[in-house]
């Protein structure tokens, strides 16, 4: 009895481990895709809403970009990442939206602010934008670099 029983259970094994031929490999799906696209925004290229130092100001940069189509808009993912000390051994990405809180004194005493990196997508274009929480937009952002990786 105990023969019947081992034999068959090492029949159902053999017969239920084999495997047939790898099939054709199917459609990529949602979330398969993506793309890594680089942007610079040198200081001069910074735009001005607003006056300079005047409530609420602040500056941004658009760039045409026929990658994120409709389809990304809609059905995609984006996420944006400000680039620091890029090409340098200490080079870092950090995630947008970006706060980053600073402080300064002279002789009328401390001062602080906190300056603002965030983006905007929409098809067909892309949007890059500085805040400082006081407004002092006199003062220009420095050049920036910015990754988005988009995937769908």
Same mark, same amino acid.
């Given at each position: 009895?105990?023969?019947?029983?081992?034999?068959?259970?090492?029949?159902?094994?053999?017969?239920?481990?084999?495997?047939?031929?790898?099939?054709?490999?199917?459609?990529?799906?949602?979330?398969?895709?993506?793309?890594?696209?680089?942007?610079?925004?040198?200081?001069?290229?910074?735009?001005?809403?607003?006056?300079?130092?005047?409530?609420?100001?602040? #500056?941004?940069?658009?760039?045409?970009? $026929?990658?994120?189509? $409709?389809?990304?808009?809609?059905?995609?993912?984006?996420?944006?990442?400000?680039?620091?000390?890029?090409?340098?051994? $200490?080079?870092?990405?950090?995630?947008?939206?970006?706060?980053?809180?600073?402080?300064?004194?002279?002789?009328?005493?401390?001062?602080?602010?906190?300056? #603002?990196?965030?983006?905007?997508?929409?098809?067909?274009?892309?949007?890059?934008?500085?805040?400082?929480?006081?407004?002092?937009?006199?003062?220009?952002?420095?050049?920036?670099?910015?990754?988005?990786?988009?995937?769908?």
């Amino acid at each position: 009895m105990r023969k019947k029983l081992f034999l068959l259970s090492v029949s159902t094994l053999l017969l239920l481990s084999c495997e047939g031929p790898i099939g054709p490999p199917g459609e990529p799906g949602e979330g398969m895709n993506w793309q890594v696209l680089t942007y610079t925004v040198h200081e001069g290229d910074w735009k001005l809403v607003g006056g300079k130092d005047n409530l609420n100001s602040y #500056y941004i940069y658009e760039f045409d970009e $026929n990658l994120l189509t $409709n389809f990304i808009y809609e059905s995609g993912n984006v996420f944006g990442y400000v680039i620091f000390n890029p090409g340098q051994n $200490n080079e870092t990405q950090t995630p947008m939206p970006h706060m980053i809180p600073l402080g300064d004194s002279d002789p009328g005493g401390e001062f602080f602010w906190q300056e #603002y990196y965030t983006f905007d997508f929409m098809p067909g274009s892309i949007a890059f934008y500085v805040y400082y929480s006081d407004f002092q937009t006199s003062i220009r952002p420095p050049t920036c670099d910015f990754r988005i990786v988009m995937n769908w």
